[in-house]
């Protein structure tokens, strides 16, 4: 099993920059294929941002390239995201996912096995 941990939602303004972490535990002798999805009110979870086990290959949504950056801890069991120039719209709860069978999970939520409980994200205007 691998547990999964989200840290460093809070509130703050638009414009404003904030830096999520997720700390992955259990299986951690295994590779991790990590990624960012997002679930809004009202709205159905979607897709922000993802990297593969080893840091080399990452992807984005539209709405969010130039502005937020996935990378990975050192010890590879670990990812971040950081969000520059927040918009009132990325407000959402940020949820961290993982997979240890594939070398990329890709942008798709079915590509990953394991999830956080997930992190609020609130931009006021």
């Known amino acids: 099993q691998v547990q999964l941990k989200e840290s460093g939602g809070g509130l703050v303004q638009a414009g404003d920059s904030l830096r999520l972490s997720c700390a992955a535990s259990?299986?951690?002798?295994?590779?991790?294929?990590m990624a960012w999805f997002r679930q809004a009110p009202g709205k159905e979870r979607e897709f922000v941002a993802a990297?593969?086990?080893?840091?080399?290959?990452?992807d984005y949504a539209d709405s969010v390239k130039g502005r937020f950056t996935i990378s990975r801890g050192n010890a590879k069991n670990a990812v971040y995201l950081q969000m520059n120039s927040l918009k009132p719209e990325d407000t959402a709860v940020y949820y961290c996912?993982?997979?240890?069978?594939?070398?990329?999970?890709?942008?798709?939520?079915?590509?990953?096995?394991?999830w956080g409980q997930g992190t609020q994200v609130t931009v006021s205007s």
């Open positions: 996912a993982a997979t240890t069978t594939r070398y990329y999970g890709g942008s798709a939520s079915v590509g990953y096995g394991y």
């Open positions: 259990g299986r951690t002798t295994s590779n991790y294929a």
């Open positions: 990297i593969s086990w080893s840091g080399g290959s990452t």
